[in-house]
């Protein structure tokens, strides 16, 4: 079967849309660009599916590679017989190919290498066919020069050959791992002298569980617990199939237990124990963390994913507060195109408490620069910096909103050489309050700038294979970033480079050419810039945005190439295509077959009928920020029973972490997730959803919160709002931890993913 065959069958989908799709990748186009805009060639695959086909073609190409590597080197040596030849052309895994290859793989010189040259192999085949050592040969091959003087010592060596044998044969070894997999169960225990009954991998001290069947937060906790030299595995078959793995390999050579002798039976058990085990035991446990690995990078994907597509609060006027105490609140004002025009630092907690002076000074910063937004960041102090901005709120005359906002990455990005390039005479302190206040007016332009490991929306991401992170964080990115469309005017270097087509290099000439030039008025203007040519403008072109242009079609997702047909479909109505887009109702007498009979595809024609219908639309969710509840800000005022308003910061299999305002993530355990079972938490919450939740417990000692989204009995009250007259008293920020001891998510939660920000 050829590539494009597997391909087609494994994804279920035609050889034609996959041979197309090949073709437009080998060419050089992107994933989104396919996607969107070449939809006619490949069937309307969507970008879900040419991803999966994407990765799973550098497989099977790096499978080519390796089995064409392999025929060659046995060619040389002249071991490639036919029978080879074509077992190896039939292999359909790594796995497998590499089984077909080991007897002929260079190795070390070794005691059955040194059994063979003393001409010990006939007598190792004599023994493999008829089950018993032939022992009554063992003093004709005597050879005390190659080390061989005595029968013992020839017997070893037949052994040896043996082993040998038997570990490298491809067919057994296929089986064995089968079943293993299947079957066999992961023992851990602890490390000698380890078992530390305060350790956070306490859980796995006594715990065994099937291989195939471990979930990958638990499979990445052992493997935490075994990388710390705490804790040991181990894998075993279950008593049941005791003896099992020398029963096959007796049957593969078709012998019979009856016709085994003591000195074989002996020798099909070192066999097992001390060659196939061990080596299936590590490729096992390494499968075992390569799924983990995937499971893990899977849900960190998924969670940025949501993130970066949380809604914008729009373009106005953001002053970004930075919470702290003793070093006080920084404060930038951005304006609606997020240029910083003014920053302060004010102290109105503890130990200044100069909250009057500090409300004054927000007050006169919001009526001067006419801003119509607060951010404040979540980190320490953030409930009490709150209180200071709806104080704002109330004491400007215009409407103006004070929102919580999540900083992760904040810190990174203001000590990042991008933020020092930007703001190279600007405190790193104050950066992180521009931060904070972009990524209120767009998270995803604002969140691109941040290495996404440092977001903290993932689960054991650093246990996992940091480069297959990287890379499926930089696919989500590539998506979200298109999905949404870039205004080329207004963009950072930083987000146009994740625009499909353009590289840092491209970025940053076309920042570099609207400086210089102005903005640009129209697509076509991006042939000027230096290095982007044709082919990098058919790429980019279509999710690049120039509003107010000279070409109306500039600011929407429809490409270049299909302007005709819009001016078409205006036409088809009796329109120019400027009153067309004001006038979008007309499109419902289009008749999009009379289109297709002009030679227009069909795909793209109900694109561009519904692009045009909604011009430069943004598909991200309308804006909405959580209320807290007021009087609840640390976790001495949470109750069980309480019901709160909360956002989801963190999902992962085992349950969702939510934000309640107390500087402590409380987690919802899947099992409370809803009133049915739940079997994947992804299906009902997702990263930065605003959610209800109820109080089930809480430990302040160590600092866990549980909470659950079932339906329950009536509420309790938040407690009575405090007098918000004077500062609130400073509150030390709470370590942020797991859920709380004794329920369902503690046992989970032995080490590992906890609820940070």
């Known amino acids: 079967m050829s ?3 597997q391909l087609a069958t494994e994804l279920s989908i035609k050889p034609a849309q996959v041979a197309a799709t090949l073709t437009l990748l080998d060419q050089g186009a992107t994933l989104p660009f396919i996607a969107r805009y070449r939809k006619e060639q490949t069937g309307a695959l969507d970008d879900t599916q040419l991803r999966q086909l994407h990765e799973r073609l550098g497989q099977l190409r790096d499978l080519e590679s390796r089995r064409t590597s392999i025929l060659d080197r046995l060619r040389e040596q002249n071991q490639l017989t036919p029978e080879l030849e074509q077992a190896l052309n039939a292999a359909d895994s790594r796995a497998r190919l590499e089984d077909l290859y080991l007897p002929y793989r260079p190795k070390r010189r070794n005691k059955a290498q040194e059994a063979r040259e003393a001409g010990l192999e006939p007598l190792a085949q004599q023994a493999l066919k008829s089950g018993t050592l032939p ?10 020069d190659a080390g061989f003087a005595d029968p013992d010592a020839v017997a070893e060596g037949v052994r040896q050959i043996l082993l040998e044998t038997l570990s490298e044969d491809a067919e057994l070894i296929g089986s064995l791992r089968q079943r293993l997999w299947q079957q066999g169960e992961l023992q851990v225990r602890a ?15 006594d715990y065994a569980e099937p291989i195939a069947r471990i979930p990958s937060h638990r499979a990445l906790a052992v493997l935490r617990g075994v990388n710390e030299s705490v804790l040991k595995t181990s894998l075993q078959l279950p008593e049941s199939l005791d003896g099992w793995p020398e029963e096959q390999m007796a049957r593969r050579h078709q012998l019979r237990s009856a016709q085994l002798d003591d000195w074989m039976q002996q020798t099909l058990q070192q066999a097992w124990s001390k060659k196939l085990r061990p080596s299936l035991e590590t490729e096992l446990i390494k499968q075992l963390r390569e799924q983990a690995d995937q499971s893990a990078i899977d849900v960190f994907a998924r969670n940025l994913k949501d993130l970066l597509l949380a809604a914008p609060a729009g373009a106005k006027a953001t ?41 004054h000074t927000l007050t ?14 979540n980190g320490t102090a953030s409930r009490e910096t709150e209180q200071l901005a709806q104080a704002v709120c109330k004491a400007v005359p215009h409407a103006i909103q004070a929102v919580l906002v999540n900083e992760a990455g904040a810190s990174i990005y203001s000590a990042s050489a991008l933020a020092a390039a930007e703001f190279p005479d600007l405190d790193v302190t104050i950066r992180g309050a521009v931060s904070i206040a972009r990524r209120l007016q767009d998270p995803l332009a604002e969140l691109v700038k941040i290495d996404p490991k440092s977001i903290g929306v993932g689960q054991y991401q650093h246990d996992v294979d940091q480069k297959r992170l990287g890379e499926a964080l930089d696919s989500v990115i590539e998506h979200c970033v298109n999905h949404v469309g870039v205004d080329v005017n207004t963009a950072s270097a930083a987000l146009l480079s994740h625009v499909a087509g353009l590289n840092r290099t491209t970025a940053d000439n076309i920042v570099a050419w609207r400086d210089e030039q102005g903005a640009l008025r129209n697509r076509r203007q991006l042939l000027k810039v230096p290095r982007l040519g044709p082919k990098a403008y058919e790429q980019c072109a279509g999710f690049l945005r120039i509003r107010d242009g000279e070409e109306p079609l500039d600011n929407s997702a429809v490409h270049p190439e299909s302007y005709p047909l819009a001016q078409a479909i205006a036409a088809s109505c009796g329109l120019s295509l400027e009153a067309l887009l004001k006038q979008p109702e007309r499109l419902k007498q289009v008749d999009p077959a009379q289109l297709e009979a002009q030679g227009y595809g069909r795909y793209t024609v109900r694109d561009v009928i519904s692009e045009l219908e909604k011009p430069g639309r943004d598909p ?14 640390t976790l001495k005022d949470l109750q069980p029973g309480m019901t709160l308003e909360g956002v989801v910061t963190n999902v992962t299999h085992f349950g969702a972490f ?34 209800k939740v109820r109080v089930l417990e ?15 009995d009536a509420p309790v009250r938040p407690k009575a709002q405090p007098d918000r007259s004077a500062p609130a008293k400073a509150r030390a920020s709470a370590d942020k931890g797991a859920p709380v001891k004794g329920s369902l998510a503690d046992k989970l939660m032995a080490a590992g993913v906890k609820g940070k920000r």
């Open 3 to 5: 590539i494009e065959q």
């Open 135 to 144: 022992r009554n040969q063992l003093g004709q091959h005597l050879n005390p």
């Open 191 to 205: 490390a000698k002298g380890k078992a530390d009954p305060d350790s956070k991998f306490r859980d796995y001290f």
């Open 319 to 359: 002053i970004g507060l930075d919470p702290g105490l003793r070093t006080g609140v920084k404060v930038a004002v951005i304006d609606a195109t997020g240029k910083l025009v003014d920053h302060t630092t004010i102290y109105p907690h503890a130990p200044q408490k100069q909250w009057d002076r500090s409300l």
């Open 364 to 377: 006169t910063l919001a009526k001067k620069h006419a801003a119509e937004l607060i951010a404040v960041g």
């Open 620 to 633: 991200r969710p309308e804006f909405r920020s959580v209320h807290y509840a007021e009087g609840v800000e």
């Open 658 to 691: 939510v934000d309640i305002g107390v500087h402590q993530d409380g987690l919802v355990h899947i099992s409370q997730l809803a009133d049915r079972f739940v079997s994947d938490p992804h299906t009902l919450v997702s990263s930065g959803q605003i959610v």
């Open 698 to 712: 809480v430990d302040e000692a160590r600092k866990r919160i549980s909470l659950t989204m079932k339906s329950g």
